[in-house]
């Protein structure tokens, strides 16, 4: 089965400092692996993707995800956080039918 | 990214009545959409599978009769709560999926807050 794991509940960061956000996949074959944002009260924002080739992903707002096959893991990463990046992040592998499987999120605070 | 509305985007009934909720992909034609459902600080639960012009997928344990979906257009999906209760208040959100088949990524709507009192 496919699934993904996001084992921290809140990662506190100072502004400025660089964050990551935790992503582990289980899934058969080759995986399909997304990061979304999600502001209070409002639908999920796309971030990036990873579908093949360079393990290191670049995406919106100064995000960047690395894929890494033999950890199974898809970590968010930004040199330098903002306040304004605080919000919740989901990891997603995408399964049979263009379904998502999402994790259960992660809540990043920066605070100044 | 595709651009994607909901409307509206909160709601407050009786226990009892029916709400109707909009999902509609502004600037491309979908073919599929997806539901899913939301409480506070969780995760997406997928409720279903709306495909233009055919029924709903359902995922186990959602009620059909219930969530009824429509998606009569390739650019509007509806989602009527039918009978609702207190429990079914949630965080409801549409999705469209956008590019080739394979490597295609779903795009999300802003989301819409119903309250059953």
């Known amino acids: 089965a496919q699934s993904v794991a996001q084992p921290e509940d809140q990662v506190n960061v100072a502004e400025g400092n660089p964050l990551t956000v935790k992503c582990t996949y289980s899934?058969?074959?080759?995986?399909?692996l997304f990061w979304y944002v999600q502001y209070p009260n409002r639908g999920l924002q796309f971030l990036l993707k990873y579908i093949t080739g360079d393990n290191l992903v670049k995406g919106s707002y100064g995000f960047e995800a690395e894929f890494n096959k033999s950890q199974t893991s898809f970590h968010l990463k930004k040199p330098s956080a903002l306040v304004s990046d605080s919000a919740l992040y989901f990891c997603a592998v995408r399964r049979t039918g263009g379904k998502l499987i999402f994790g259960q999120g992660t809540e990043l605070s920066v605070k100044p | 990214g595709a651009v994607v509305s909901q409307h509206p985007s909160w709601v407050i009934c009786k226990s009892g009545t029916s709400v109707k909720i909009e999902c509609r992909s502004l600037d491309f034609q979908a073919t599929t959409m997806f539901w899913y459902r939301q409480f506070p600080k969780q995760s997406l639960m997928l409720m279903a599978t709306s495909n233009e012009g055919s029924k709903a997928t359902y995922e186990q344990g959602v009620e059909k009769d219930k969530f009824l979906i429509n998606h009569a257009s390739l650019t509007l999906s509806t989602l009527t709560v039918t009978s609702a209760h207190p429990e079914d208040s949630s965080f409801y959100i549409c999705s469209v999926v956008s590019g080739s088949r394979g490597t295609d990524t779903q795009y999300f709507g802003p989301g819409t807050r119903l309250t059953v009192l």
């Open positions: 899934v058969s074959g080759n995986p399909y």
